[in-house]
Structure formats: C-alpha cells, structure tokens
C-alpha cells in the first residue's frame, strides 16, 4: 500500500468512526450494519468511506497548492471585499485596488 492509500484509508476510518459517533450524539440512527468497526463494513460501504476521503484529499491538496501559488505570487484576498486584487504598497502592507482596504499583508 503506497502512502496516498494509507493517508485515504486513515481518514476513511476517521470518518467513518466520527460519522457514527456523531449520529449517536445527534440520535440519528445509522443502519444497523454500519455500527461496526472500518473493517467490518460491508464493502460498498468501505468504498463510500474511501471516495470520500478521497475527494476531500484532493480538494486540500489543490487549496493548499493555491495557498502556495497566491503566497508566491503576494496574491491575499482582501478581508474587506475579498477581491483578490491586492497588491503590495510597501513592505509591510497590502492594499486593495477595488475597495482601497489597506492593511498588513500578513506574512
Ligand atoms: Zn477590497
């Protein structure tokens, strides 16, 4: 099992197990097939689990590749109109060419 696989199976079972715990605490009730441990699931169930972690994986991985590429690029929403058209007015501050939000750049 590579490490992509692992890191989906580790947040298959976190979901799964938050998932349940969860339904308890809110009386949702889950079927009764389902209230077992990971590997117990039923295989469909199992594959529900690691799609999802799957999605999720992705969806980091490309929001935190954003994260990077604004950060490279000194792209920062604007906190007041959440235009992404900042640009760096001085060393220490940001300003927003759309609603003129001036502030601290953050970094
Ligand atoms: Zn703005």
């Not at 949702?28 to 689990?49: A, G, H, I, Y």
């Not at 969806?59 to 792209?75: A, E, M, R, Y």
Request: proline share 2%; charged share 35%; net charge positive.
């Amino acid at each position: 099992m590579d490490r992509e696989e692992m890191c989906k199976l580790r947040l298959a079972k976190w979901l799964h197990k938050n998932y349940e715990n969860l339904s308890e605490k809110h009386s949702w009730e889950t079927q009764e097939r389902c209230r077992t441990s990971f590997e117990d699931l039923p295989e469909e169930n199992k594959k529900v689990m690691m799609d999802m972690a799957k999605r999720i994986i992705k969806t980091l991985q490309i929001q935190h590749h954003l994260h990077l590429v604004n950060n490279l690029f000194n792209v920062r929403k604007c906190p007041s109109c959440g235009s992404e058209k900042t640009v760096r007015i001085n060393r220490y501050q940001v300003e927003c060419e759309s609603c003129r939000w001036k502030g601290d750049d953050g970094n």
